[in-house]
């Protein structure tokens, strides 16, 4: 890469978003796919289009057979991850559009890049976990453009246990076959809490920081100290800096491995921890971690593929699971079907802007019967599992927006025997939380779209990162709002968004008077560490001090600054 931003000696601090914890000093290495592949003429003979549709097959084949054979050497998660790109590849939904392409006359690149690019465009304009899946499309597309021009794919650059990994964008199968100790660290200008590298990198335990905007003033072999606990990247630190933070993060490294429940502040406040959990693999890591329950299963992502609607048998078969695993500890979200997480079995009609439309609840209440047979499925998966009584599962409704969907939802929930509740991820809900509280027994709040739709802004969009931040103040006041009127009502709330995996965040969300957080069950043992660090009373007083905050990072800095002072004032007192 050539040397166009800082020079040797010059420091300077980039914030991004903290994605997977861990401190690492090392030196940049950058990675690009490289630039624009060059398109062979647009037109093709009628006479050729036979040969040029058998060329494009080859290198659809060959690309499936490539990814197929680096998922048989990976296990888990992230073998799972890499057969989705598989599928990808050979999607009906942009393949058959580019047959038409080439038959018309169309290169295979031509069509192959202007059909992938209208799938990323659609994507893009739903936003959330959808668009998240961006990068999983612009890399088979490069992978196809590269052999259809019989280029070998792009290789990761030498890398040693010392290197920072960054680009503008990586793609799961780019790190998945890495061995995570051959990398100390990944960053990137473009990703998300939740996309497809985010779970890799997870998964390999590799410290990740995205949504670092001004990443590429780092030239090659900059020295830097990756901070993936506070989103931090320090261009050319100081050796007493690098020192006292690596010494440091070994500490707590040790703590988390130690740690084994259950969690609670340094003055025994206990402090339900969670996990958001989809289908079979998620529930099994789950009980391997010392969560006290699931505060969160997406029941759609069981059925994301699915043409026609599972039965209710099929349904409780898959509940039952996880009401066996964790009795009545468990909180099932109904389907968010629509916007990101589309269903073909509860597709509505086409809409400009799916994220504002029919999505949610609001599909449940217009479709009732497809929202019945879903409880009707719960209640018995709970029956199965011996569950009834003060024992049912609770069952919450998402993108509830209107007090009368709540009064609805939660008559539909008691007539099954079940305990209902909502997600609280629209402002307005939020702002009135007092009345939704009084139709329903519980809420969960679900902070990625909370401040998604507080902000305006996309959550993926590399340029609204900041505005996307989970710690922008006027998300965070509308938390507050929510649970001092679940407070004052006397109904228990939680956190299931992605940003009850920041240890920081889990405390200030504590501080709030919050009853437990849910996050991937990884994430459990940091954030178990990091509440038995303070007592209850110094994450009230935190709370109040962040909610003052004019900015994201104003709020970060508050944070840190207070847990400084913390600790100077308890090592003056040793002294």
């Not at 009064?407 to 307005?428: K, M, Q």
């Amino acid at each position: 890469m050539r040397n166009t931003g800082l020079t040797n000696d010059q420091n300077r601090v980039l914030q991004g978003i903290a994605v997977v914890p861990g401190v690492v000093n090392g030196s940049v290495v950058w990675f690009r796919h490289g630039p624009e592949l060059p398109r062979r003429g647009y037109r093709v003979k009628v006479a050729d289009r036979p040969a040029e549709l058998e060329r494009f097959h080859t290198a659809l084949d060959e690309v499936s057979e490539s990814l197929r054979e680096q998922s048989k050497q990976l296990t888990g998660v992230t073998a799972d991850v890499i057969r989705s790109s598989v599928y990808l590849v050979t999607d009906r939904g942009w393949v058959g559009p580019a047959e038409r392409d080439i038959t018309a006359g169309m290169t295979a690149e031509a069509a192959t890049g202007h059909q992938i690019g209208r799938f990323i465009e659609l994507l893009e304009r739903r936003g959330g976990f959808a668009a998240e899946r961006t990068a999983d499309l612009r890399d088979i597309r490069d992978r196809i453009a590269r052999r259809l021009q019989g280029l070998e794919e792009p290789e990761l650059p030498k890398l040693t246990s010392s290197s920072i990994l960054v680009a503008d964008e990586l793609a799961p199968a780019d790190i998945a076959a890495i061995d995570a100790h051959s990398v100390g660290a990944i960053a990137t200008i473009r990703g998300g809490l939740t996309g497809h590298i985010a779970v890799v990198a997870r998964q390999l335990g590799i410290p990740y920081v995205t949504g670092v905007t001004d990443l590429t003033v780092l030239p090659e072999g900059t020295s830097a100290l990756l901070d993936g606990v506070r989103g931090l990247i320090i261009a050319n630190p100081s050796t007493v800096m690098v020192e006292q933070r690596l010494a440091s993060d070994e500490r707590h490294r040790e703590q988390v491995e130690a740690w084994n429940g259950p969690a609670q502040t340094r003055d025994g406040v206990h402090v339900h921890l969670l996990a958001n959990v989809q289908d079979e693999n998620t529930i099994d890591e789950a009980r391997r971690t010392e969560v006290d329950g699931v505060g969160l299963f997406r029941t759609e992502l069981c059925f994301i593929g699915h043409s026609t609607e599972p039965s209710v048998d099929e349904q409780a078969s898959i509940y039952e699971k996880v009401f066996q695993a964790f009795k009545n500890r468990v909180a099932i979200r109904t389907l968010d079907s629509g916007s990101d997480k589309p269903l073909k079995f509860a597709q509505t009609s086409r809409e400009e802007n799916p994220a504002l439309g029919m999505r949610g609840v609001r599909i449940g209440l217009q479709n009732e019967e497809l929202l019945i047979r879903q409880l009707d499925a719960i209640a018995e998966g709970a029956r199965r599992a011996g569950l009834s009584g003060d024992d049912a599962p609770k069952v919450m409704a998402p993108m509830i927006s209107r007090v009368s969907e709540a009064r609805r939802f939660a008559a539909l929930v008691r007539e099954r025997g079940l305990i209902p509740g909502i997600v609280v991820e629209v402002p307005a809900t939020a702002i009135m939380a007092e009345m939704f509280m009084r139709e329903v027994d519980f809420c969960s709040i679900g902070t990625n779209d909370l401040i998604q739709y507080t902000m305006a802004a996309d959550r993926l969009s590399a340029d609204l990162f900041e505005l996307t931040d989970p710690w922008q103040p006027a998300g965070l006041r509308l938390i507050n709002t929510v649970v001092q009127a679940a407070k004052k009502c006397g109904k228990p709330v939680s956190i299931c968004g992605e940003s009850a995996s920041d240890p920081y965040l889990a405390q200030v969300f504590v501080g709030m008077g919050v009853d437990s957080l849910s996050m991937a069950p990884n994430a459990v043992p940091e954030v178990g560490v990091a509440l038995e660090k303070w007592d209850m009373r110094h994450y009230q007083d935190l709370a109040q001090e962040v909610l003052k905050a004019e900015g994201a990072h104003h709020a970060r800095r508050i944070a840190s600054d207070y847990f400084a002072q913390l600790k100077d004032m308890e090592d003056r007192m040793e002294d």
